[in-house]
T-cell receptor, first 114, second 114 residues
Framework: EPEVTQTPSHQVTQMGQEVILRCVPI?????FYWYRQILGQKVEFLVSFYNNEISEKSEIFDDQFSVERPDGSNFTLKIRSTKLEDSAMYFC????????????FGSGTQLSVL | DAKTTQPPSMDCAEGRAANLPCNHS???????VYWYRQIHSQGPQYIIH???NNETNEMASLIITEDRKSSTLILPHATLRDTAVYYCIVRVEGPTGGGNKLTFGTGTQLKVEL
């Protein structure tokens, strides 16, 4: 089965630094998502992206966060100035246009902010 | 989206059927029931979905009660690799809709043992 690929698998950064988390969605998918999971807590929706624009975002996704699809294959999440509370596992997901029920998730990037 | 209630944990012997219940008593007529699972620290994985009819695929069966207020996910022959957190999610958008976020609860931790 095709996979969503996320890099890096682990990222350690200092508080206040910018980080970019990278994702390669499945090639024929058109909808893209970022979710995050703080250790021991629920999986939380951050943002959805379609047709080169954000279609929905949560309260977590404030001005420090941005997403981009810089080319035909990559989908990135940027955190401009990281905080300690941004430490979490970040999951990218994608889906086909006509399969709204089936999101394919990547294996995640564990972000640690020190 | 309607709220769901699941038991926090369940055990199952390997080779036996695992029956995971979900209560969604406030579900409305246009809301679908989705099941995802999350194997330790990995991204969530789609299992199955349904509206009102029972559904079966290669992974599981979904039984929805006639009043749609509850459902049961059945893994017919559980293996050790089925140990995971199972999430029951109720959402308005159907499979072909433009629906976006999935709202994950705390799910049921299923432990499959020898």
């Amino acid at each position: 089965e095709p996979e969503v690929t996320q890099t890096p698998s682990h990222q350690v950064t200092q508080m206040g630094q910018e980080v970019i988390l990278r994702c390669v969605p499945i090639s024929n998918h058109l909808y893209f998502y970022w979710y995050r999971q703080i250790l021991g807590q629920k999986v939380e929706f951050l943002v959805s992206f379609y047709n080169n624009e954000i279609s929905e975002k949560s309260e977590i996704f404030d001005d420090q966060f941005s997403v981009e699809r810089p080319d035909g294959s990559n989908f990135t999440l940027k955190i401009r100035s990281t905080k300690l509370e941004d430490s979490a596992m970040y999951f990218c997901a994608s889906r086909q246009r006509d399969r709204a029920e089936k999101l394919f998730f990547g294996s995640g990037t564990q972000l640690s902010v020190l | 989206d309607a709220k769901t209630t699941q038991p926090p944990s369940m055990d199952c012997a390997e080779g036996r059927a695992a029956n995971l219940p979900c209560n969604h008593s406030t579900i409305s007529g246009n809301e679908y029931v989705y099941w995802y699972r999350q194997i330790h620290s990995q991204g969530p994985q789609y299992i199955i979905h349904g509206l009102k009819n029972n559904e079966t695929n290669e992974m599981a069966s979904l039984i929805i009660t006639e009043d749609r207020k509850s459902s049961t996910l059945i893994l017919p022959h559980a293996t050790l690799r089925d140990t995971a957190v199972y999430y029951c999610i109720v959402r308005v958008e159907g499979p072909t809709g433009g629906g976006n976020k999935l709202t994950f609860g705390t799910g049921t931790q299923l432990k499959v043992e020898l």
